[in-house]
Antibody, heavy 122, light 107 residues
Framework: EVQLVESGGIVAQPGGSLRLSCVAS????????IHWVRQVPGKGLEWVSL????????HYADSVKGRFIISRDNSKNSLYLEMNNLRAEDTALYYC???????????????WGRGTTVIVSS | DTMLTQSPGTLSLSPGERATLSCRAS???????LAWYQQKPGQAPRLLIF???RRATGVPDRFSGGGSETDFTLTINRLEPEDFAVYYC????????FGQGTKLEIK
């Protein structure tokens, strides 16, 4: 079964830092780009970041550029999101999601994890 | 950024009826780079349609997508009880953006 499991979400202070993790199973992890997408409870979806299958290429939404860093360790089937200088508006459920295209990047997401919650509050 | 506007905000229908959901883009979405997702309460989104009209693996054929450029539709024929959920469109011609969602509720 193809599965993504996120972890690392907690309550953090404004200006603080946090690292989210996502562990993949059931597919060849290093064949696919992976995304982070977030959702404020009861609201819509916002794409956050992407990393290519080989980790060479990364992209970020303007709202997080310069503050968040996406990375991956293909030897551990793991994806990470380092979140710095946190703001109240970063409060959301963070999903990792597998890109839909093999060995390329399509920018649609065909498998999603269940998410991990980040709350930024003093 | 390409903005996506979904309509209606809420759609009230009965099982067995047909649902037609709309997604309008603020600029042309090249190569039909549009996807549809279904999200039920407490669950992650599920990919239904990609490339505007291609069904994802395991998606029943009562779901169909269509449209091009700035106007796209998701049609669900013969609604089943499990189809009542929130539906999002997403474009990926440029960095991904999502519509605000359409809630499909039981009438």
């Amino acid at each position: 079964e193809v599965q993504l499991v996120e972890s690392g979400g907690i309550v953090a202070q404004p200006g603080g830092s946090l690292r989210l993790s996502c562990v993949a199973s059931g597919f060849v992890f290093d064949d696919y780009a992976i995304h982070w997408v977030r959702q404020v409870p009861g609201k819509g979806l916002e794409w956050v970041s992407l990393i290519s299958w080989d980790g060479v290429t990364t992209h970020y939404a303007d709202s997080v550029k310069g503050r968040f860093i996406i990375s991956r360790d293909n030897s551990k089937n793991s994806l990470y999101l380092e979140m710095n200088n946190l703001r109240a508006e970063d409060t959301a459920l963070y999903y990792c999601a597998k890109d839909g295209k093999w060995a390329a990047t399509s920018f649609y997401m065909d498998v999603w994890g269940r998410g991990t919650t980040v709350i930024v509050s003093s | 950024d390409t903005m996506l506007t979904q309509s209606p905000g809420t759609l009230s229908l009965s099982p067995g009826e047909r649902a037609t959901l709309s997604c309008r883009a603020s600029q042309s979405v090249r190569s039909s780079s549009l996807a549809w997702y279904q999200q039920k309460p407490g669950q992650a989104p599920r990919l239904l349609i990609f490339d505007a009209s291609r069904r994802a693996t395991g998606v029943p054929d009562r779901f169909s997508g269509g449209g091009s450029e700035t106007d796209f539709t998701l049609t669900i024929n013969r609604l089943e009880p499990e189809d009542f959920a929130v539906y999002y469109c997403q474009q990926y011609d440029t960095f991904p953006t999502f519509g605000q969602g359409t809630k499909l509720e039981i009438k």
